[in-house]
T-cell receptor, first 115, second 117 residues
């Protein structure tokens, strides 16, 4: 079974530029998550989708971050404009969701460096 | 809000020995899930073990086992017969069990485990 796919794996941009990350979850997983992991810390949830609806985006900086999950499968996370403090690894995860308590499975992440 | 604390930033163990990683959490909920994830250097997060709060029996997965103390809000991970491949960052995570709401994982800051040959 294929795991969670993410691209690109690495991205370097200058501050004030925009960037987008893509995620393809495990087939059949209704719930998709984007986490931000700053160096030396544990991941922090940015947004959770259940199919193509948003369940939790309480920690998403909505003035610069946006995310969508069209058709309830793939998802894109965008940052515009980027700040130096956005340098982090962006992790996508998926699960069966629906309150089943099943684990979340993570992708390899995208390492973003903002200069 | 729930919090997860890992008080050991770094730990080391000799190959074939046993090591225990500590985790405590704070919550007012009675039903939840706890997880240990492993993150090798520059590699993706891998689930190690999962525990449901309503189960008294401690979870076990091969060489990995947990000591779940609900009243003390403690969830430690024991790795037996440590192997070089166990070297990684280990994260403890909490998830509410409420249906229909956020299923976010709340992570600790991690413990870096070194395995010495």
């Amino acid at each position: 079974e294929a795991g969670v796919a993410q691209s690109p794996r690495y991205k370097i941009i200058e501050k004030r530029q925009s960037v987008a990350f893509w995620c393809n979850p495990i087939s059949g997983h209704a719930t998709l998550y984007w986490y931000q992991q700053i160096l030396g810390q544990g991941p922090k949830l940015l947004i959770q989708f259940q199919n193509n609806g948003v369940v939790d985006d309480s920690q998403l900086p909505k003035d610069r971050f946006s995310a969508e999950r069209l058709k309830g499968v793939d998802s894109t996370l965008k940052i515009q404009p980027a700040k130096l403090e956005d340098s982090a690894v962006y992790l996508c995860a998926s699960s069966l969701g629906g309150g089943t308590g099943t684990p979340q499975y993570f992708g390899p992440g995208t390492r973003l460096t903002v200069t | 809000a729930q919090t997860v604390t890992q008080s050991q930033p770094e730990m080391s163990v000799q190959e074939a020995e046993t090591v225990t990683l500590s985790c405590t959490y704070d919550t007012s909920e009675s039903d939840y899930y706890l997880f240990w994830y492993k993150q090798p250097p520059s590699r993706q997060m891998i689930l190690v073990i999962r525990q449901e709060a309503y189960k008294q029996q401690n979870a076990t997965e091969n060489r990995f086992s947990v000591n779940f103390q609900k009243a003390a809000k403690s969830f430690s991970l024991k790795i037996s017969d440590s192997q070089l491949g166990d070297a990684a960052m280990y994260f403890c995570a909490y998830r509410s069990a409420g249906q229909g709401g956020s299923e976010k994982l709340v992570f600790g800051k991690g413990t870096k485990l070194t395995v010495n040959p």
